[in-house]
């Protein structure tokens, strides 16, 4: 009987990645294709790629997708961390409260913080006189920052939380200094979280489409937005090669960072 459950959980979870992973797996397949129209039998062919290679709207609009999320990850991880560090070891005055301002960003649509968002900063470029500063790359990482803090911030809150604090104070209390105790205490033991949030904080912003349509100033587009307005003109196979890319770098980077930090926890000895 436990074996009929086991292979019943086992087909289920199939199922489901089965449906995650097929949609991907067509386009990735179609991406080589030679048919503009993935008309079949399948012809095995590069030519996708090449045009892709002589596309310079849309590598641009990779090469900016990229920067702004690169930008992004150092900065929401950096401001976040210490703020899931001020909340996890330090107690104040409406802490909270600020705790639970944290949650909106996240179930607010994004249509509406992206609204927001424009009027905020066109409000601020008139103020200073300047309301040309209300679109660009510079308000589109400022808007991806606002939209990823809240998520590194409970990543590395909830890391920070699965180890007691007497760890850092033993080793405080065996004569090691403050830079120390957080050096080769804290760090190492924060260390896959951090990094967890930040691969957060890179997916959130190379996806963000509604901010960077919203915030993007004429001439100026990320990834996302180039590939909606594509497929507005008529889809073409090279959106395919580019997203095929993308995935694959994508996968690569989280089956290296789940190697090191063993996101997926130790293996037992009888598996």
Do not use: C
Request: proline share 6%; net charge positive.
């Amino acid at each position: 009987m436990r074996n009929l459950a086991d292979a019943g959980i086992r087909f289920y979870l199939i199922l489901v990645l089965v449906f995650l992973y097929l949609p991907i797996l067509v386009m990735a397949v179609l991406a080589f294709n030679k048919s503009p129209l993935y008309a079949l039998p399948f012809q095995f062919d590069l030519v996708w790629f090449k045009a892709l290679a002589e596309n310079d709207r849309l590598l641009k609009a990779g090469l900016n997708s990229v920067l702004i999320a690169l930008a992004n990850t150092v900065i929401a991880t950096s401001l976040g961390t210490m703020a899931a560090v001020a909340f996890g070891r330090y107690t104040f005055r409406g802490k909270t409260m600020m705790q639970a301002l944290l949650f909106p960003p996240i179930a607010i649509p994004w249509l509406v913080i992206g609204t927001a968002m424009l009027v905020f900063f066109f409000w601020i470029g008139r103020a200073m006189g300047y309301p040309g500063i209300a679109r660009g790359l510079h308000a589109i990482l400022l808007g991806h920052v606002a939209l990823s803090l809240p998520y590194v911030i409970f990543v590395v809150g909830a890391r920070l939380n699965d180890y007691p604090k007497a760890l850092e104070e033993a080793a405080a209390t065996l004569g090691a200094t403050p830079w120390q105790v957080f050096r080769r205490v804290s760090v190492p033991i924060l260390a896959p979280g951090v990094v967890a949030a930040s691969l957060f904080a890179f997916a959130v912003s190379f996806d963000q489409f509604v901010i960077s349509y919203f915030l993007a100033p004429p001439g100026v587009t990320t990834l996302p937005v180039e590939i909606y307005t594509s497929i507005r003109k008529g889809f073409t196979p090279e959106i395919n090669a580019i997203s095929t890319i993308i995935i694959l770098v994508s996968m690569g980077l989280m089956l290296i960072v789940a190697r090191f930090y063993r996101f997926g926890g130790e293996r037992s000895g009888n598996e």
